[in-house]
Nanobody
């Protein structure tokens, strides 16, 4: 059975760092693409970053470019999101997803985790 589980969220002060992990099982990491999405209070779920199978294609939304780093370890079946210089507007529930292509469109991802809360205080 395909399964994804996020971890690493928590409360951090503005300017601080957190590293999120997304552990896969079953067929989760046989998908060609992995991505992170987030949903903040009162807003719709939005794309954060994506990576293809080999790691040669990486995409970030503009607001996290230069601050966040997406990576994955296929042997460990784990996706990561290193978040530096965190801002209050980064506060959201962060979701891990797997799908056929590393695009920004939510509906293209077929497998999702339950999310992990990230709260950034000012």
């Amino acid at each position: 059975q395909v399964q994804l589980a996020e971890s690493g969220g928590g409360l951090v002060q503005a300017g601080g760092s957190l590293k999120l992990s997304c552990a896969g099982s079953g067929l989760a990491f046989t998908k060609p693409a992995m991505a992170w999405f987030r949903q903040s209070p009162g807003k719709e779920r939005e794309f954060v970053a994506a990576i293809n199978w080999g790691g040669g294609w990486i995409d970030y939304r503009d607001s996290v470019q230069g601050r966040f780093t997406i990576s994955k370890d296929d042997a460990l079946q784990t996706l990561y999101l290193q978040m530096n210089s965190l801002k209050p507007e980064d506060t959201a529930v962060y979701y891990c997803a797997a799908g056929p292509v590393p695009v920004r469109v939510e509906h293209r991802y077929s497998t999702w985790g339950r999310g992990t809360q990230v709260t950034v205080s000012s």
